[in-house]
C-alpha cells in the first residue's frame, strides 16, 4: 500500500508541478508587466509558461520561435516581420519534472541533503547561460524555487499524512 502512496505522491509532485510553476510566472509576470506600464516601457513578450524562452536583444541566425512570432511587428504587406531570437533555457520543463521527482524521493527517503545536490547539479549545468542573460537568471531563480517548493511541500504532506 505504501507503494501506491509513494507512486501518486511522485506523480503529484512531479508532473502537477508544471501548471503550479506556470501560474507563479504568470504572476511573476504580471507584476512586472505593472511595474512596465508604470514606467511607461511595456515590453510584450512571450508567455512565462511557456517551455522557451526568448533572449530579445540577442542576434543570431536562429529559426523565429512561436513566442517572437507572435510578437513580431507585421511588415507591410506581409503576414509577420523576421525576428532573431536565442532561445535560452531549452529543456526547461523536463528539467523541473526531473528536479521534482529527485526532490520528492529524497524527502521521502528521509535524505534532504540530497537537495543540495539537486540544485547544485542544476546551476553548474545553467551556469554559463545563467551568467550571460540575465532574464535567464531570473526565470531560473523563480522557477526552481518554485519546483523545490512544491515537491518539498508534496513529499512533507504525504509523509506526514500517509507514510507516517
Known sequence: MNALWITLTLLIAGFAGWPVTALVFRLARTIDDRQDAGAGAADPAADPAAD???DPSATSDTPVTMATA???APAAGTAAASVSS???LRGGAIIGV???LAVC???LAGEPVAIAYVVAIKGLGRFAELKETPVAAERF???TLTSLLWAAGVAALAKVLVLG
Open 141 to 143: 531563480i523563480i522557477g
Open 70 to 72: 507572435a510578437t513580431a
Open 98 to 100: 526531473l528536479e521534482r
Open 105 to 107: 524521493l529524497a524527502i
Open 86 to 88: 536565442v532561445r535560452i
Open 52 to 54: 522557451v524562452t526568448v
